[in-house]
């Protein structure tokens, strides 16, 4: 099926009202999503993603919530069913979980007994474990995540989680394909979406799949400013501050300027068949931010590209 273009947004925030108060602005500016990264144990700040989701379906009624990107493998299963499929209940179904195989800080595997080196096998059992618990049938699964017999799910989640699957590796893209309602990769170029989106496409044609019924998404990091000098420093100071590499090595990555530059770089994207579009706004007034890219970028390429290919 088509897709309209959409647009998520993971806000930040350094304090709990901060993030709660963007949530609500981001529904307020008509934002398809809010969304929540994670990490376990990470040099820096880091709060749960499902706690803050959980507290922003309180705040809002309409925008959909997700985690952008979860690192589920270092969750056991069991739990992490009931989790997600009570945030499905109390958001009213607005929920999305997106997953990724992560590994860029080795500790956090170690710390949950998860061998980094088979982060992504772990996580396709954790997928698997999750979609069978889902269904509120009965469950008899034995993998590396799980050894359960019988096991029943009472809660059980109406709709059905729809899962994202982040990563843009070959194993993530046969990821996407067997298990993804959309492919969301981050730290990529359009040329290399492009190359990706035909791979997911294919491996799902080979299972079956309608290709069509899963979204091509894409999360970039960001910053919005009409002064260059402002915008470039910011995005710079927190790439090389988060992933230790110069800047120029990312910059391909990113999107940041004023409005006829975020248009011009996110018009790539779409172009490589992009539809869902998350920001990750890297630093500054995110507030200023979610309002000019809402007010000056998307409904230019909304006009552009937004009707349904």
């Known amino acids: 099926m088509p897709h309209d ?14 993030f709660l108060s963007a949530a609500q602005t981001a529904e307020i500016l008509g934002y398809d999503s809010v969304w929540v990264g994670d990490h376990v144990l990470w040099p820096v700040f880091w709060p749960s993603p499902l706690t803050m989701l959980a507290a ?56 949950a007994g998860v061998p980094v080196g088979q982060r992504g096998a772990y996580l396709d059992d954790t997928l698997e474990a999750l979609t069978a618990l889902w269904s509120g049938e009965s469950v008899s699964l034995h993998n590396r995540q799980i050894d359960v017999e019988g096991a029943t799910l009472d809660l059980v989640p109406e709709p059905r989680i729809p899962i994202w699957v982040g990563g843009r590796a070959p194993a993530a893209q046969r990821r996407a394909a067997r298990y993804g309602d959309a492919w969301m990769p981050f730290v990529i170029t359009p040329e290399r979406f492009a190359e990706g989106w035909v791979n997911v496409r294919g491996h799902a044609e080979a299972l079956g799949r309608d290709a069509d019924a899963i979204v091509p998404a894409v999360q970039l990091w960001a910053q919005f400013d009409d002064d260059l000098a402002e915008a470039l420093p910011t995005i710079a100071a927190r790439i ?70």
């Open 240 to 309: 090389e501050s988060t992933y230790r590499v110069p800047f120029e090595r990312f910059e391909r990555f990113t999107v940041y300027g004023d409005a006829d530059m975020w248009v011009s770089r996110l018009s790539e994207f779409i172009d490589a068949g992009v539809r869902h579009i998350n920001i990750v706004f890297a630093g500054g007034d995110r507030l200023m931010q979610l309002t000019r890219v809402a007010t000056d970028v998307i409904p230019r390429l909304q006009a552009a590209h937004g009707a349904r290919p």
């Open 56 to 111: 922003a379906s309180a705040v809002t009624e309409r925008v959909g919530l997700g985690t952008g990107i979860l690192l589920a493998a270092l969750r056991r299963p069991a739990p992490l069913a009931k989790e997600t499929a009570t945030l499905q209940w109390m958001s009213g179904g607005r929920f999305r979980l997106g997953v990724g195989a992560g590994g860029e800080y080795p500790k956090e595997f170690e710390a």
């Open 5 to 18: 273009l959409t647009f998520g947004v993971l806000p930040g925030g350094a304090t709990p009202q901060e």
